[in-house]
């Protein structure tokens, strides 16, 4: 299978330089064209406050304006990161020979990048899995399986250090 357009996950934990690398290194093998996508997580102004202040304390509007103030200048920080990170590895990979493009977008992981690799025309799309099992996966949620399941392409997962260094699993979408 020739793959032309890679989607690569780019989420900013200990494997994105990892995933970075399979995807760049997949789209010079396939003379392909490259995105680097990025999820930024918003939760609302009132699961802030009740992780931060708890349950049990009444509505407060002074409160609510201060925290969306933070979350905005948190989530601009963010973004502001995001997109010098995807810029430069754009650059990197256009001086490989590689045509590299980025998006990013705030929501849900899974649904946005299978959205992103279904209105793009990917063919394959490139992201990392921790290697949470158990409780922790079931909390935290797991994007690469729902990108495996929901994915209108190819995946591959790049694994994280739960299994042995180099481990590919690839899921033919």
């Known amino acids: 299978m020739k793959f032309k357009k890679i989607l690569a996950a780019i989420d900013l934990s200990p494997m994105t330089t990892t995933v970075f690398e399979q995807a760049l290194k997949l789209a010079k093998q396939e003379e392909a064209s490259l995105k680097l996508f990025h999820c930024l997580r918003w939760r609302g102004i009132n699961q802030d406050a009740l992780l931060l202040i708890g349950a049990n304390v009444s509505h407060n509007a002074a409160l609510d304006e201060e925290l969306r103030q933070h979350r905005q200048e948190r989530l601009q920080d963010e973004t502001d990161q995001t997109r010098t990170l995807l810029e430069g590895w754009c650059q990197q990979a256009a001086k490989q020979g590689v045509s590299a493009e980025f998006d990013y977008n705030v929501g ?66």
């Open 108 to 173: 849900e992981p899974g649904p946005l990048i299978c959205g992103a690799a279904r209105s793009w025309g990917a063919d394959l799309i490139v992201l990392g899995r921790r290697g949470l099992k158990g409780l922790p996966e079931a909390w935290l949620g797991s994007v690469s399986n729902h990108v495996v399941h929901h994915a209108p392409c190819s995946v591959l997962v790049v694994q994280g250090d739960a299994l042995p260094s180099g481990y590919i699993n690839v899921h033919e979408g």
